[in-house]
């Protein structure tokens, strides 16, 4: 079983209710630098596991109108700014065998803040070639491959293209955690959005789960 590497918090749950043992799961915070910062705390468990895959999972939002919430997306690469970085293409096509006719391989993009408006995010997948929008997976990769470990990414998808959702960057402290007031002030300042958000999240948490109980059932 590879190792799994998954944001914290609902998402790690989520994950976790999914399998019958959760010890090779590790929950990462929010965002991509914290998200290092973390993983070098924890590299003697990781480098003891060094021959075994990573899987990279969680949710992420839709760039493009075909990727509609609760779809189940396989990354073949993930790009920032200028960068782009290739996932491993054996692990990810045994995962696609696995999964055919579950999943769409797609392009993702790594944004350092929440991508809320529906406009940025049409214009983010027209100018990045990219499907779908995370905020930790492209420095988790590199991070990854730099220590020659072998990393897929699958990821659902909770929010559309064609609607806004609430700005919650001001939300995620630098250590990646988020901040219950300014969350719930972002949630009231535009409730349409907030409601739309709940409930993608709810049914792109529900098929994270039901994913993961499938990649790795026995």
Request: net charge positive; proline share 4%.
């Amino acid at each position: 079983m590879p190792i799994i590497i998954v944001p914290q918090g609902a998402e790690y749950k989520a994950v976790c209710r999914g399998l019958t043992s959760k010890e090779n799961v590790i929950a990462i915070p929010v965002g991509g630098q914290a998200a290092i910062r973390y993983l070098r705390t924890c590299q003697d468990k990781l480098w003891n596991d060094r021959q075994k895959k990573v899987l990279m999972m969680g949710l992420c939002g839709s760039l493009r109108d075909r990727f509609q919430v609760g779809d189940i997306v396989l990354y073949s690469e993930c790009i920032y700014e200028t960068k782009v970085q290739q996932c491993d293409r054996s692990f990810t096509a045994e995962l696609y065998a696995h999964l055919q006719g579950k999943v769409c391989l797609v392009k993702g993009l790594t944004s350092d803040r929440v991508v809320c408006s529906a406009k940025e995010k049409l214009h983010l997948g027209k100018i990045s070639g990219a499907d779908v929008v995370d905020m930790e997976g492209f420095a988790s990769l590199e991070f990854f491959q730099q220590a020659g470990v072998k990393v897929a990414m699958l990821r659902v998808v909770s929010d559309d293209s064609q609607h806004d959702i609430p700005d919650l960057t001001s939300a995620i402290s630098p250590d990646g955690s988020l901040q219950p007031l300014p969350l719930a002030m972002s949630m009231i300042r535009q409730p349409i959005a907030a409601t739309r958000l709940i409930k993608g999240s709810l049914r792109g948490l529900k098929v994270l789960e039901e994913v993961t109980a499938f990649v790795f059932a026995r």
